[in-house]
Structure formats: structure tokens, C-alpha cells
């Protein structure tokens, strides 16, 4: 009954979370969209403050968008926010994290061949991260480093980078995935919290009190905009995280941390195109150099060929009761229509695995998660060793 609530759970909290995070990243599409497309006004515009227009159709109608140099004349009656996607989209996925990685299957997070965690211990590593690098984050924005643009981007990125390979050590591949992720959005959301939102709350103070808008305001709209830049560049990288656990190809490579560090950077500067053109610079150098490395990733991750059947001839044969041996002992307590692993209640993935023509059914899924990978069996309670996997892919090899 546990294990059938909580899949309720997780998927409400899952739609809720990507119907959040559709509304944040679209509004913040949207709004870098627009800043990008701002024409010069006539004059009569010009007049009333406003320093970028545009026109747009949509949805049968014509919108016209008026962007103030600093504020209107006078508050206007109704004046919308954003900021309850972000911080739904936030709180959404924290619950998601708690719910799936923290109170579901351990197997998600711990991987007892890296380090052997207790529950309790893992979540206090893994919010304690969260943590402590959005504190770091705030005290560099707080910094001089907050004056030059690049070298805080290359800081960051290199803090990332680190919280991924160190998180890899202690996580499973995919638990540290996962963290990375919530690692960058709770960054992003700070950003929101801290420094976007009470920048347009001294400016609309100002605008309301019908003052000019002084310098510290001035300096707040400035770090504002440079958090909105962090999270415009962190987006492309997040959204990967967030759809990276349906590939253990990624997460479960033995150097999955620099196979994220590599995309982030490759879809950060695949963002980095876009930002320049729309502010009218067209640099097409920046795609090709980001599609070259996809193809050298590519390249790079490629599986070793398979020996060929005479070289493993040596190796002693595999019988098929051998095989459903091992699937029983190592598989068949969550992949079975009825599963006896209490954190499941349907078999996993979809994937049951009681007799050996199903497992021949998913040959190659198989094949990537228990023997080019050790994301298989989950968090291995069994302890399925080496010798099992290859025995198990030789089988494969000969059906
Ligand atoms: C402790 C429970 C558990 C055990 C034991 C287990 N699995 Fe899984 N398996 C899972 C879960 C959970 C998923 C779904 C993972 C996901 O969503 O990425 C899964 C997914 C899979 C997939 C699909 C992966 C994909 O790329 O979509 C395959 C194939 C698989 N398991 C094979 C196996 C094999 C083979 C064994 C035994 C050697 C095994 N599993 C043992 C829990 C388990």
C-alpha cells in the first residue's frame, strides 16, 4: 500500500513540478525574447518614458508591449509579478527530491560501491550541498567578482563542476545528477528570492513614492541583471539534468561527472548563440564549435566494440538456467509483475524479467544497465559481481 501511494505522490508532484517549471522557464524565455525585440518608439512614446516597443500577434490579436526606461509616471492599478513560478517550481522539486530520493527506493541515491551511507547521512550530504554552494554563490555576487562578467561565470562553472565530481564520489550516478540539478536551481531560485525580486521591489518603491530611482537602486537593478544572465545561461544545463534519468548512459558511466560537466558547458554555449543574436550579433561559429564537441562526446562514449565469439571461447559456457539463476537473485525482486521489493509496486521501467525470452525482449537495455553499466540491479542490495555481468552479456552475445 506504501509503495502504491507513494507512486501517486510522485506523479502529482511530478506534473505539478514540470507544469511549474514549463510556466518559469517559458515566462523567462519569453521575457529575454521580448528585452531582445524592443524597437526605438516614436517619439510620442518616447515622450511618455517608454523605451522600447513592440508589436506582436497572437492568439487572434494584436498585443502592443511598452518597456519604461525606468518606471511610469504613475503606479498602475494592476502590476503582475513573476515570481510564484520560480519559487513553485523550487518548493515542487524539493518535495519530488524527498519523495523519490530520499524516502523512495535507496537504491536511487546510495551506491554502496562508492560509499556506504547510511540514509540519514546522505540527505545531510545532500542538502547540506544544496546548501552551502548557494551560500557560496551569494557571498561571490556579493563580491568584486560580481564586476567582471566572464570571470564569474568561469568561477561558477568551475564550482559546479567540482560539486559534480565530488557528489559522483559519494552518490550513485544518477543520485548525483539529481543534486547537481537541485544544486543549480536552488541557485537559480535564490536568485530570484534574493537579488531579482528585491531589486523590482525598491524600483517600484521608488516609481510609487514618485521619486527618480537613485543609485542604490540603480546598483540592485544591475546585480539583478546579471543573476537573470546566471539563470538564463543555467537553463539549457538544468533542463538536461532533469530529463538525464531516463539515460543511464550518462549518469551511470564511470566518468558521468565530466559527461555532465561537457554538456552543461555545450548547452550553456549553445545559449550563449542565442543571447548574442538577439541582440543582433551573429556569431554561427558558436554552433558549430558547440555541435562539434556533441559529436566528439558522441564519439568519445562510444562502447567498445564486442570481441568477436571465437576470442571468448575460452570463457566457460553459459547455460540458460545459469542465466535465470542469476535473474532470480538478482532481478526478479523489483522486475516482476508482482514485485516482493517493498519500495515497488509495479515492475519497474516497465520491465519484468521472470523468464528469459522477456529478457531477451530488452536485450540491450539490459545490456547498458547490468553490463556495460552497474546501474543495474538498483543500488546492487544483491551484490551481483563482475564475473555475473560478463557472463550475462556473453549470453546476450550467443542468443
Ligand atoms: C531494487 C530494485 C531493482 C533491482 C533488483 C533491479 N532493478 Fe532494474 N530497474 C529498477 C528501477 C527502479 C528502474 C527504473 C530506473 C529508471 O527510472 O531509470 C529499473 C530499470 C531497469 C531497466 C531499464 C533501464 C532503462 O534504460 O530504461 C532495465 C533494462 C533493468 N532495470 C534491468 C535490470 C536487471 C537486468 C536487473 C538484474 C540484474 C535489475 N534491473 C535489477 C529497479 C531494480
Redesign the pocket.
Known sequence: MEAYLSEWLSLIIRWFHVIAGVAWIGASFYFVWLDNHLREPPDWKKQKGIKGDLWAIHGGGFYEVAKYRLGPEQMPRELHWFKWEAYSTWLSGMALLFVVYYMG?P??LIDPSKAQLSGGAAIAIGLGTLLAVMVIYEALIRSPLADNGKAFGLVLFAILVLVSWGLFQVFSG?GAYIHVGAVIGTIMVANVFLGIIPAQRALVGAVARGEEPGERVAHLAALAKLRSTHNNYLTLPVIFIMIS????LFYSHPHGWAILAAIGFITAYARHYFNLRHQDINKPSILVIAGVLTIALIWALAPAPRPAPQQTSNQPAVTDADIQT??DT??I???APEPS?P??QAP??G?A?QDLSL?LQ?RD??R???VNSH?????N??G?TEDERQA?GRWLDEQ
Open positions: 527506493s537504491g536511487y544518477r534519468n531516463h539515460y543511464p542469476l535473474m538478482h532481478c525482486a523489483c522486475h521489493h519500495a515497488f519497474p521501467a520491465i524479467l529478457l530488452h537495455k539490459v547498458q544497465s547490468a546501474y543495474m540491479p538498483l543500488g542490495p544483491t551481483m550475462l
